[in-house]
T-cell receptor, first 106, second 131 residues
Framework: DIQMTQSPSSLSASVGDRVTITCRASQGISNYLAWYQQKPGNIPKLLIY???TLQSGVPSRFSGSGSGTDFTLTINSLQPEDVGTYYC?????????FGGGTTVEI | QVQLVQSGAEVKKPGASVKISCQAS????????IHWVRQAPGQGLEWMGI????????RYAQKFQGRVTMTSDTSTSTVYLDVSSLRSEDTAIYYC????????????????????????WGRGTSISVSS
């Protein structure tokens, strides 16, 4: 099975910072990758699909890029409400594995 | 408004089985695959499997093969997750979720090109396994 590895596992940044989270697939998955945000005590929320398409209603400071095995989620100008854990998920080929998550703190 | 309403918390002993439910409202039940995802306390998300409510086809993560069964009841717009031989490591919140991509009614199987991202989530069902 294809493994999904996120890095870092946690980070601390300041309001207004640019934050980058990486997700690496053990084999190529084209652009079939989704990103989710899970705020403390809440259910996951879909942010991005097919690697770079922003889900409706998601602030434009969030962006995604990548294809094949390497993907990034970028938060431009981090806001206090962005605190939470971010997960990538492969959306093709076998089990729809999630990455281990990246916890973002301020 | 599309919703997935899950059943209440369960407390079980090791070795027991549990069956939890996820009822869809606000849209045609059979239009979307339903996924099950679990999250152990303080841990990440773990994809368990998927069901096509239109016909009942399923696909499970290998880890859960033989111990998990997903079923659907179109008359009540409900999908079920049955987990047997429970152990303490199964203590988690279990979520049902669906994609935003509509599955054509002629599709009875599980096909890769009908999942892009899990847009609608239930609130989760807590299953606690303890002796």
């Amino acid at each position: 099975d294809i493994q999904m590895t996120q890095s870092p596992s946690s980070l601390s940044a300041s309001v207004g910072d640019r934050v980058t989270i990486t997700c690496r697939a053990s084999q190529g998955i084209s652009n079939y990758l989704a990103w989710y945000q899970q705020k403390p005590g809440n259910i996951p929320k879909l942010l991005i699909y097919v690697a770079s398409t922003l889900q409706s209603g998601v602030p434009s400071r969030f962006s995604g890029s990548g294809s094949g095995t390497d993907f990034t989620l970028t938060i431009n100008s981090l806001q206090p409400e962005d605190v939470g854990t971010y997960y990538c998920q492969k959306m093709r080929g076998g089990p729809l594995t999630f990455g281990g998550g990246t916890t973002v703190e301020i | 408004q599309v919703q997935l309403v899950q059943s209440g918390a369960e407390v079980k002993k090791p070795g027991a089985s549990v069956k939890i439910s996820c009822q869809a409202s606000g849209d045609i039940f059979t239009k979307y695959y339903i996924h099950w995802v679990r999250q152990a306390p303080g841990q990440g998300l773990e994809w368990m499997g998927i069901i096509n409510p239109n016909g009942g086809a399923t696909r499970y993560a290998q880890k859960f093969q033989g111990r998990v069964t997903m079923t659907s009841d179109t008359s009540t717009s409900t999908v079920y997750l049955d987990v047997s031989s429970l152990r303490s490591e199964d203590t988690a919140i279990y979520y049902c979720a669906r994609d935003f991509v509509v599955v054509p009614p002629t599709i009875k199987e599980i096909a890769d090109y009908y999942y892009y991202g899990l847009k609608v989530w239930g609130r989760g069902t807590s299953i606690s396994v303890s002796s």
